[in-house]
């Protein structure tokens, strides 16, 4: 029974919202509507179990003391700190002023944000180690990557002044993204969803199961 | 002197140096640096000049270590900060298409703004956000946001006080709850958009602040999609403008303008040919244009001439980079950057 | 408060760039204190704006709520190895709910749609298309068209067969190409957005 009810489940929620699609009435948009707000509310579990799998981890790694937990220590401190600060703030928590508000402008946003700026540094370092034009298609993807990059910004018309006005980077940049660009990413795009459809109608009728896990 | 002694002295001078600045900031006896153009045509000529002998440099074998390469991103991000050099922005298409949709709008017209970024991508995505809601506030349009990424609604408010402050933007009779209302957040990825096709409430009961969704004047006429007269969707991922097209443009008709990071946005044309999203901002160079056509020439703006040189300088890594690779084969290619 | 904050948020930047030196103990305690304020931040946005927001206020007029509070408690059991089995009841659920709407949306939108703005008049209905439009429509018609066959790995690329998948690949190639300079334009983006940050926020060097 562990595997045959969630089976079942996956089925018959599933099926729910493709009939809902093309019966979108009653009883389907009724049921369509339950699940839609059973699965935030679920959805909302999964992300709090995540972080309260986080907690386990950190925590394990401070009471056996092995390598690295004094910095485990440090994040099950900072989680502490800002849901109590959280909860502490009530409904408006978010209302600029209040103390979540100020970890999240002061702490929050510069951590998040220099995460993914630092990458600007490894873009190019990777760019300069690893790019090579070593045949034909990568040239290709070379050069498309120099024309979007000149194109989308100012110095790019500058380069290209002396070209006729409609025929500058910035043209071409265009160009290339509204048409080569969009038809090979619809190619992409079509393929994936072929492969999602086939691969939902598996996990539907139940002929996927890895979702599942071992027993 | 051992290394470490070394790290220590160069961060305890650039503590020093940050403090002493800061101070200064504080106290008021130092001022911004702004460099004259004849300054900055020389800091850009002597940047291209490094570049020519470290190309010299690879054709004679000596290749870069990748510090030297950070060391010119930095320095290509930060330098035309102080700079006054001034560029052409062009225009793109599809950042007039968004704009067009916008301005035919008439006043009263109710806006959706979903805000589905978090502060990684709030340098490319606020910029379009505040100057967005601005035009709005000037043309008297009623904007309705809400997000489906826990720091949308935070970023939302940021973007308000923000475009409270823009020029032409009638900031005293604008009032929460009749002009503008931030809805919050809700998990559910596109299960939520899916719910708001039926009903706003059924999903948003209250806004940001705990207050009912009923006694909001603003919304509490407003049933589904079907009172919405048009979206704009800033996205930097999942779930974003690709589920806002699936399930409610595609399925409950609305009128959906994308404001994309660069990421994301080649990703989205494809829906843009389509005619499923009217237009597109992608990332701080779409953000830039639409505050050239707005009026409100702000920090994406300003920031084109840093993205433009840290564009040359990528592109010239990657050339140093290849005359390498052809020059002396992979093996020493790759020797030389360890 | 204010200067305290902003030095705190300029520490806690130059700890993740101090990584572009070397690891070290001021980068690992930046990450810490971003890994554990990330997850508190979660924790408290659903909990004020799901749990409280949705389920709490809104579980007297919309008693079936608490089928789905009773499924999010069953997906928390995962945390306890006798009886974490049970936590395949909800994630069963999100995974046929996902598997249905999924299967539907992309089909419509990303499948038929697409096909649909593919197959189109190339020279316009009644030839009123212009220049620039006609070669436009050309290359997306012929440029899908490839990159499709390219893909079609069942049948050998032999031929002409062959030869239209090689121009699929060029057409892929191109958008790699837009999408890696795209990528290399937004990661730039953001590390402009730091800089300015700690040269105009906080050391107010930038007019």
């Known amino acids: 029974m562990r595997k045959e009810i969630p089976l079942v489940i996956t089925t018959i929620v599933g099926v729910v919202f493709v009939i809902a699609y093309f019966v979108p009435h009653y009883p389907f948009n009724r049921m369509n509507g339950w699940f839609s707000d059973w699965f935030s509310i679920i959805q909302a579990c999964a992300i709090v179990l995540g972080a309260l799998n986080l907690l386990l981890i950190s925590s394990q790694k401070v009471i056996k003391r092995k390598e690295g937990w004094g910095y485990a220590a440090v994040i099950i401190a900072s989680f502490f700190l800002m849901t109590y600060i959280g909860f502490a703030d009530g409904t408006r928590f978010r209302e600029p002023g209040t103390n979540f508000d100020w970890m999240y402008n002061r702490m929050y946003i510069p951590l998040s944000a220099t995460m993914y700026a630092i990458l600007a540094f490894f873009v190019a370092s990777a760019s300069y180690r690893a790019f090579r034009a070593r045949n034909a298609e990568a040239t290709m993807l070379l050069l498309a990557a120099f024309f979007v990059m000149l194109g989308r910004v100012p110095v790019g018309d500058v380069i290209s002044g002396f070209m006729p006005d409609g025929y500058q980077l910035s043209n071409l940049a265009s160009w290339v993204m509204n048409f080569p660009q969009t038809a090979g990413q619809r190619a992409i795009m079509i393929g994936i969803a072929l492969g999602l459809v086939s691969t939902s109608l598996r996990i539907i009728l139940g002929i996927e199961r890895a979702y599942l896990g071992g027993d | 002197m051992s290394t470490r002694i070394k790290e220590i002295i160069v961060l305890a001078f650039i503590i020093v140096f940050c403090v002493v600045v800061y101070l200064g900031k504080v106290m008021g006896w130092m001022q911004g640096i702004e460099f004259p153009a004849w300054v900055s045509a020389t800091v850009l000529g002597i940047v291209g000049l490094s570049l020519l002998w470290i190309l010299i440099r690879t054709i004679g074998g000596k290749l870069v270590e990748r510090r030297v390469v950070f060391l010119y991103v930095g320095i290509a991000v930060s330098l035309p900060l102080f700079m006054t050099l001034s560029q052409k922005i062009t225009i793109s298409h599809e950042v007039q298409a968004l704009y067009n949709a916008l301005v035919e709008l008439p006043p009263g017209s109710k806006v959706l703004v979903s805000f589905d970024y978090d502060p990684a991508s709030a340098p490319e995505l606020q910029p379009m956000a505040e100057s967005f809601i601005a035009e709005c506030f000037k043309r008297d349009l009623k904007v309705i946001m809400m997000g489906l990424w826990p720091q949308g609604p935070q970023q939302a408010n940021m973007a308000i006080e923000m475009a409270l402050t823009k020029e032409g933007v009638p900031s005293e009779g604008i009032e929460y709850g009749i002009d503008y209302v931030n809805l919050g957040f809700q998990a559910g990825y596109e299960f939520v958009i899916q719910r708001m096709g039926s009903s706003f409430k059924s999903m948003f009961k209250t806004d940001y602040r705990g207050t009912p969704y009923d006694s909001i004047p603003l919304v509490k006429n407003v049933k589904n999609f079907s009172n919405i007269d048009y979206s704009f969707n800033l996205s930097a991922g999942f779930p974003g403008t690709v589920e806002w097209v699936q399930v409610a443009v595609d399925r409950y008709g609305l009128k959906l303008g994308g404001g994309n990071t660069a990421v994301q946005a080649p990703t989205v044309y494809p829906y843009l040919r389509s005619g499923q999203l009217i237009g597109l901002l992608g990332g701080m160079s779409g953000g830039a244009e639409f505050e050239l056509l707005t009026h409100t020439e702000a920090k994406a703006t300003k920031f084109m001439l840093s993205q433009s040189l840290a564009h040359i300088i990528v592109i010239a890594f990657i050339i140093i980079g290849n005359v390498a690779f052809f020059r002396g084969g992979r093996k020493s290619a790759l020797r030389g950057t360890e | ?207």
Do not use: C
């Open chain 3, 1 to 207: 408060m204010e200067h305290f904050g902003i030095w705190v948020a300029a520490f806690l930047t130059l700890g993740i760039y101090s990584f572009l030196y070397r690891d070290n103990p001021w980068y690992k305690l930046s990450e810490a204190i971003f890994i554990g304020i990330s997850a508190g931040y979660w924790v408290v946005t659903l909990f004020w704006d799901n749990f409280y927001g949705k389920f709490w206020i809104g579980r007297s007029e919309d008693p079936w709520l608490w089928v789905g509070a009773v499924l999010g408690f069953l997906m928390l059991l995962r945390l306890i190895p006798k009886i974490g089995w049970i936590s395949r009841w909800p994630l069963s659920f999100i995974v046929g709910a996902t598997a249905g709407l999924w299967m539907m949306n992309y089909f419509s939108s990303n499948i038929m749609m697409q096909v649909k703005d593919t197959i189109t008049p190339l020279f316009g209905v009644g030839f009123t298309a212009s220049a620039y439009d006609i070669v436009g429509n050309i290359v997306i018609a012929v440029g899908t068209f490839a990159g499709l066959v390219y893909f079609f790995f069942s049948k050998e690329h032999k031929g002409a067969f062959g030869a239209t998948a090689k121009l699929g690949i060029w057409f892929i190639m191109v958008t790699f190409g837009a999408s890696f300079g795209y990528t290399v334009m937004s990661r730039m983006s953001l590390l402009i957005g730091r800089i300015d940050f700690l040269f105009g926020d906080w050391l107010g060097l930038i007019k």
